[in-house]
């Protein structure tokens, strides 16, 4: 286990260094902000989207399948959400999160959502259907879009780190 002395001297020096923040126009790489309290602020609506019950799926059916689902679903959401003008920048299991930005932010990610949601029931479903058609199951997903202004900031340690995207999530979820 990591020392608790040094430990603490850590957390005590992120208290009480005062955060570098800088105004941002566009979506920073992991490298474009510094570990210490360093931070970008920029204006941008995130989209979150991720499977339903994949809890569920993970103990009802084999892992190469469950496997496939969490596939199909990231690369399909993925592509749309880059089409769309969406930057992603975070994975989390079965979700993905993207960001937003510039004048047709709003819009863009929902345009996104739409369609995320149209390739699930009308290309991903029956598509499984197709692949495996002895199985009940369908892939179910949700969706959460919120918009306002976010503090990028890096955390982790050196060699393991990445970006941490803070704002006030108002996210309307829905189960589509």
Same mark, same amino acid.
């Given at each position: ?58 103990? &009802?059916? $084999?892992?190469?399948? =469950? *496997? /496939? ?11 749309? +959400? ?20 510039? &004048?047709? $932010?709003?819009?863009? =990610? *929902? /345009? ?11 290309? +991903? ?27 990028? *900031? ?23």
């Amino acid at each position: 286990m990591a020392d608790g002395n040094d430990i603490l001297k850590e957390v005590r020096e992120i208290f009480k260094t005062k955060w570098d923040r800088r105004e941002g126009k566009q979506v920073p790489d992991t490298e474009d902000v510094g570990l210490a309290n360093d931070s970008v602020v920029l204006e941008g609506t995130i989209l979150y989207a991720d499977l339903v019950d994949s809890t569920g799926l993970v103990a &009802g059916f $084999k892992d190469w399948f =469950a *496997a /496939e689902m969490y596939k199909s679903y990231l690369v399909s959401a993925c592509r749309i +959400i880059r089409e769309n003008g969406g930057e992603i920048t975070a994975f989390d299991g079965d979700r993905v999160m993207a960001v937003f930005i510039g &004048g047709a $932010k709003n819009s863009s =990610a *929902a /345009e996104a959502a739409l369609k995320i949601n149209y390739a699930v029931q009308y290309l +991903i479903n029956p598509a499984i259907k197709e692949a495996y058609p002895q199985t009940a199951y369908r892939l179910k997903q949700a969706i959460g879009i919120d918009t306002g202004q976010l503090l990028v *900031a890096r955390t982790g340690i050196r060699g393991s780190n990445d970006l941490v995207w803070v704002g006030r999530a108002k996210l309307r979820r829905k189960t589509l």
